[in-house]
């Protein structure tokens, strides 16, 4: 017997980027998506498979595409210091939270390994659907070497053994490549640039050579897959860029030359601003050295220009956030953030069409219509009046549907 709901009288945002559509009907049949109607339609649904939405907004669910569940702590050094059990506790509430906040889609930048998504897949974590990046490459003291000047061992990202892969050379970054695939890799994601919580390094300080970073490209692309980069500086994107990579993170010190080259090349830019928002104010309560927070700073200071060069240069722009901690849970600000350069329905759409893009998912997810999964939130409010109702989605997003299961209904 087919398992169907059907959810009534909703203001239907649809991830295409039109007009909204009020009164709409979505018949989701086996977890699918089966008929989107707008306005009054005659239907015979069994009893108890109707859910009256009452005018509330219908969309489809959230994606991040730059997360770190794995990061349970701001702090590197807290993370690791839990025990094996506690840390996986820790991740695992997380992951149950961005469901909750309406994101069904995850991308993790790298932190967490194959299990924590088996085990979302088996249901014994209430999770997103999530895509790993396993652990990040890098050069020797690039960003994701956490050894400083006085350690020569390398630092493991949590208890459970997760290394950053340290290579230098295309023959080196071709084998963690092809290491990180055999370990339950999604997609490849390289550090091309310095970061703000590196011991070494600042960030704009480029990293890898465009024939390291292109070994990493083809090990993805001969595993049907792509690479993401950490970067900052217009020299790290160029070389990115030039290498193939098809997703750009942060991006924060672009120039116009880079923006537009961005496009030429059809890259996809995910402008991490919520934590660039929220770690110079939050961070030193939660840990943070002041030579960190002063890092942070300086490419904080750019967040907002460098999105509007992208935008203005036509690039196609995704979302993510990149918080860390106990801080994750304001990742719906993002939305809100991204809409004082875009609007906000542009805003809407970069978190969901244009991430499945940028995912590979586009058949599958990123927008409410026939033959798509029914990933689906519903929102109490109208968020293209508020686009804050998402950052406060613990008690705003009062449905969430993934798969065509409800995993959470305060309505």
């Known amino acids: 017997m087919e398992n169907i709901k059907v959810l009534r009288n909703g203001f239907l945002i649809d991830g295409n980027g039109g007009d909204p559509i009020p009164d709409s009907t979505v018949v989701v049949v086996d977890g699918t998506i089966r008929e989107v109607i707008k306005g009054e339609k005659s239907l015979t649904v069994p009893c108890g498979h109707e859910i009256d939405l009452k005018g509330r907004t219908l969309m489809p669910g959230l994606i991040d595409a730059h997360v770190h569940p794995g990061n ?8 690791v210091a839990h025990p094996p059990a506690v840390y996986v506790h820790k991740a695992s509430r997380i992951l149950e939270e961005d469901l909750w906040l309406g994101f069904t889609t995850v991308r993790d930048a790298g932190g967490l390994d194959w299990g924590f998504r088996e085990a979302v897949e088996q249901g014994l974590i209430r999770g997103p659907r999530l895509l790993l990046s396993v652990a990040p490459l890098t050069q020797t003291g690039g960003h994701g070497d956490k050894r400083d000047k006085a350690r020569n061992e390398h630092v493991p990202r949590n208890s459970l053994g997760i290394f950053p892969a340290v290579c230098d050379g ?9 290491d990180m695939i055999r370990r339950g890799a999604d997609h490849i994601k390289v550090m091309a640039d310095g970061g703000v919580m590196s011991p070494t390094g600042d960030a704009g300080n480029w990293q890898f050579t465009v024939e390291e970073i292109r070994a990493a490209v083809e090990t993805a692309e001969a595993a049907g897959t792509y690479v993401m980069a950490h970067v900052y500086s217009p020299r790290a994107i160029g070389n990115c860029l030039e290498a193939g990579v098809r997703s750009i993170e942060h991006g924060n010190l672009m120039d116009t030359d880079t923006a537009l080259l961005m496009r030429e090349k059809g890259a996809y830019l995910v402008p991490t601003l919520t934590v660039f928002d929220v770690m110079p104010r939050e961070g030193r309560a939660a840990g943070v050295d002041e030579t960190t927070l002063n890092k942070m700073r300086k490419v904080s200071e750019r967040s907002y220009q460098a999105l509007e060069l992208a935008y203005k240069a036509g690039v196609k722009i995704g979302s993510g956030t990149d918080l860390l901690g106990p801080l994750q849970n304001l990742k719906g600000r993002e939305l809100a953030l991204k809409a004082k350069v875009m609007t906000p329905m542009e805003a ?10 940028l995912l590979g998912m586009e058949d599958r997810l990123g927008v409410a219509e026939p033959g798509k999964l029914a990933d689906l939130i519903v929102i109490d409010g109208n968020p293209l009046d508020d686009l804050s109702l998402f950052e406060h989605g613990r008690e705003r997003v009062v449905l969430v549907m993934k798969e065509g299961k409800i995993v959470k209904n305060i309505m």
């Open 348 to 357: 809407i759409v970069s978190a969901t069409r244009t991430n499945a893009e």
């Open 72 to 79: 349970v702590e701001v702090v590197m050094e807290r993370t």
């Open 170 to 178: 295309p023959d080196e970054v071709r084998k963690a490549a092809r």
